[in-house]
C-alpha cells in the first residue's frame, strides 16, 4: 500500500492493510462511506471520530498510490 525509502538502509517497501472494527455505541448504523460527515448524528463525537479516521486512511490510500506512481515512473526512466 505505501512505500517508504530508508535513506541508510536502502530502498524499502512497506505495503499493509488498515483494518479497524469500531462502532459507535449509539449510533451502530452509523458508516462513514454512506452519508459522510453529513450522516452524523446530533454531532456525535465518536462518529465524528470515525469520520475522521476514514478520512485519514483515503489521505493514506490516495498519498500512498501517488508515491508508488511516482516510484514506477522512476524506475521506467532509469530502465
Ligand atoms: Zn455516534
Redesign the pocket.
Known amino acids: 500500500m505505501s512505500y517508504l525509502k530508508l535513506p541508510d538502509e536502502g530502498p524499502a517497501m512497506y505495503k499493509g492493510v488498515i483494518r479497524w472494527h469500531v462502532r ?4 451502530t448504523r ?1 458508516n462513514p462511506d454512506n452519508g459522510g460527515q453529513g450522516a ?2 446530533g454531532g ?4 465524528l471520530k ?1 469520520y475522521e479516521l476514514q478520512s485519514a486512511v483515503r489521505t493514506i490510500r490516495r498519498l500512498s498510490a501517488e508515491l508508488e506512481e511516482a516510484n514506477q515512473e522512476g524506475m521506467d526512466k532509469a530502465a
Open positions: 459507535c455505541p449509539k449510533h452509523y452524523i448524528v456525535c463525537v465518536t462518529c470515525l
